[in-house]
């Protein structure tokens, strides 16, 4: 069965940058694309981008373009998600998903100083 | 990219069918037919169920239906439960290969 684990909670000051990764399992890694969303605490979920796991190919919300790095590791099966220059707002779960239909269960990163 | 306008709230009895509007623009939802639907409980990762507009994942009750009409996707339960009782979100395919989500519905069982 399709399962994706997700990298544990973190904590981050201000301005650093976190990276979380999604370990995929139970299909063809790069037959599929991997999304990242995030929801804030209360809040709706959001989209921030894409990548073809099998190309590399990567497309993000223009919210996060220029902070926000997805990339893969098709020998792991694994993806990852890095945002740089964080700030209080960026305080989330952050969620991957396979094509938007298979979740991981979700990171939770605390941005504070 | 703005987000998908759902209304806040929608309650209904047990039994009863309620209907959940999110409405994009020719962009997104009026302009392609990926339109999704997921079910989030608190403190848990959502579960997809509607995709393509109108599709049931296998183990998705035939209770939830979606439909789309110009810029308006809707989601209908039909026969309301309380298990039922959780957030909802559309999300939509963009034309700038993007997806976005709406703002997300509370459904309350009376």
């Known amino acids: 069965q399709v399962q994706l684990v997700q990298s544990g909670a973190e904590v981050k000051k201000p301005g650093a940058s976190v990276k979380v990764s999604c370990k995929a399992s139970g299909y063809t890694f790069t037959s599929n694309t991997i999304h990242w969303v995030r929801q804030a605490p209360g809040q709706r979920l959001e989209w921030m981008g894409w990548?073809?796991?099998?190309?590399?190919?990567?497309i993000y919300s223009q919210k996060f373009q220029g902070r926000v790095t997805i990339a893969r590791d098709t020998s792991a099966s694994t993806a990852y998600m890095e945002l740089s220059s964080l700030g209080s707002e960026d305080t989330a779960v952050y969620y991957c998903a396979r094509d938007l239909a298979y979740w991981g269960q979700g990171t939770l990163v605390t941005v504070s100083s | 990219q703005s987000a998908l306008t759902q209304p806040a709230s929608v309650s209904g009895s047990p039994g009863q069918s309620i209907t959940i509007s999110c409405t994009g623009t020719s962009s997104d939802v009026g302009g392609h037919n990926r339109v999704s639907w997921y079910q989030q409980n608190p403190g848990k990762a959502p579960k997809l169920m509607i995709y393509d507009v109108s599709k049931r994942p296998s183990g998705v009750s035939n209770r939830f239906s979606g439909s789309k009409s110009g810029n308006t996707a809707s989601l209908t339960i039909s026969g309301l439960q309380a298990e039922d009782e959780a957030d909802y979100y559309c999300?939509?395919?963009?034309?700038?290969?993007?997806?976005?989500f709406g703002g997300g519905t509370k459904v309350t069982v009376l």
């Open positions: 990548i073809n796991a099998g190309t590399g190919n990567t």
């Open positions: 999300n939509s395919y963009t034309s700038s290969a993007t997806w976005v």
